[in-house]
């Protein structure tokens, strides 16, 4: 029985492997659980699941797995609790209190236990079945006086309310970017090579020297391995960009404040590029995309930012673009061919959601490869500037 | 079952509130004799738990900071080529005895100490991509051999080994699967009066409940750079008593707003927000 939430959860794609599950096992063999749901929940968690961004799967296939398991002794002790606490009657009107006399703690209990057996699936509203809102004593959100709330909120937090709470959720890495899981990607697009000052010593060589030396040191010195990854960075601004300026935003600071690259430059275009690009968001400054081509050598690492919707005549036409001052003598698509000529590792990374039918979006993944602006995207695009394309 | 009395050692110190998950996480790794790999925003204290469990448990703590030239094999030890070489040139001392010229590393420091140690391995991710891996080995064997000498440095007393993560890199999947995970979340207004009535006894309840509010409202921000954590709690704490700050100004203003926000442009986002012209960098993209 117990093998399959193994299975529950490599069915929410958490990578857990058998050495790991043999691991819990020897755990609880060991008694570090004490048949406690809440303690399995933490010490499955620890030992399982190596990363925060699958803790809400983690909870995801706990709440399923667990759900039926566990909620009969809970009810029963937050009930009882509920019944005990003399508090939970003050409100009562003196009419309400009397009714509330009819039926006493042991009579409501004994039928409460006989609609939970009789009952066999959820309820909600009515007046007899266990479930929200209704008239039911019995159920939380209804209008029974002195009904008993089962579920909804309390102050115990079972192991499965805590899984089903899903608060890490914003974790996931499938789903949210901030500036420093952007950082923590680009991080990976270095090149490590011999670059710079001879600031390093090298022992082999100093060793050999010193030898041949007849045992009189001379001190050989090497550079040091640096990342050598130059960045081009453009980017989409303005219309159907606007909803994911956030975004885009964060992708921006991350890679304008990483250190690590040896230059990083970034322009700026709206919807597609033509003979300029822009400086500034605004695009008041310009340069000519020719003088990037020809003063850029093709060793720049291009990552391209824009959700790659536009009219397709704004791709493909001569003077197609949307604005005035972009006059364009060449239609889009070749100057997007151009840039993806020059440099030999480009990809286009779009913030909309996977679901790219759109005619120009087609024309121009089949120039750049390209990723959805989330963890995984960023890191799958990070890995084509690493290799070819 | 019957809970296991070896279990359950470490319940936090009068210092250090940890909540159950996490004691549940340390007791885990304790008994199991597996590393503890702690992850969590910064300021989390993640670095901090190691010494606690040290002085918790009464043992002796060994630090092993990761920077970005760390290799694996300095935590074993290092074998001083050039000052053999040095001495070989001059030959005052004996070179032929190499153990003179191996110094151990903190790994290995840890491995011959007399009684069970607390090793934190502190920013692990600062390293190379492959350090993780070439330290597999020796984690789980708790052994390793020094070539030179053909000695094998074995531990008597496996240590208590934890290792923080800032996530700047992935770790390999084989080093994962090795240890304990434990992720330390941001702890909630309940849990972090306690952490800060640790510190300060004495504070205010009207003081405290102020600050906090203050402090959870900025939390709330998802603009700034660098959201404020716990440790920025506590020093504009001790700012807002040293200051003699009453808990009514608190609730009007922020002072001492520079201990909290680290950054420039985080200031400058928050002064925004307040007067209500926040736009700065990021409206660059909300226009035409």
Redesign the interface.
Known sequence: MFVDFFYTLRKYKLPVSITEWMVLMDALSRGYAWSDLTDFYFLARSVLVKSESYFDQYDLAFREFFQSIETPPEIRDEVLEWLRNPLNRLPLTPEELAEMDLMDIDELLRLFEQRLREQSEAHHGGNKWIGTGGTSPFGHSGYHPGGMRVGGESRNRSAVKVAAERRFKNLRSDVTLDVRQIKVALKRLRQLSRIGDKDELDVDETVDKTCKNAGDIELVWTRGRKNNVKVLLFLDVGGSMNPHSAVCSRLFSAAHSATHFRDFQHYYFHNCIYEKLYTDAERDEFVYTNHLLRTLPGDYKVILVGDAQMAYSELTYPHGALYYQDLNETAGIEWLKRICDHFTYAVWLNPEPFNWNHPTISAIKHLFPMYELTLDGLDHAIQKLIVKH | ????PE?NKFGGTNKYIAS??LQ??V???I??G?PL?V?GEPGTGKTLLAHNIAFGLGKKLIVWHIKSTTKARDGLYVYD??KR??D??FGDRDISDIKQYIVLGKLGEAFVFPEQAVLLIDEIDKADIEFPNDLLNELDEMSFYIPETSETVMAEHRPIVIITSN?????P?AF??R?????I?FPDPDLMSEIVLVHFPDIEENLLRGALKQFYMMRQIDDF?KKPSTSELLDWIQALLAGGVSPQKIEKEIPFLGVLLKKEADTECFQGKKTGTYGG??S?????
């Open positions: 079952m019957i809970k296991n279990f159950q998950a549940n996480a007791n885990v790794a008994a199991l597996r790999l992850k080529t050039v070489l040095n070989a040139r996530s700047e890199k992935e770790l999947d994962l699967r240890c304990v995970f434990h992720y979340e750079r960098r990021s660059f993209f909300k226009r035409y």
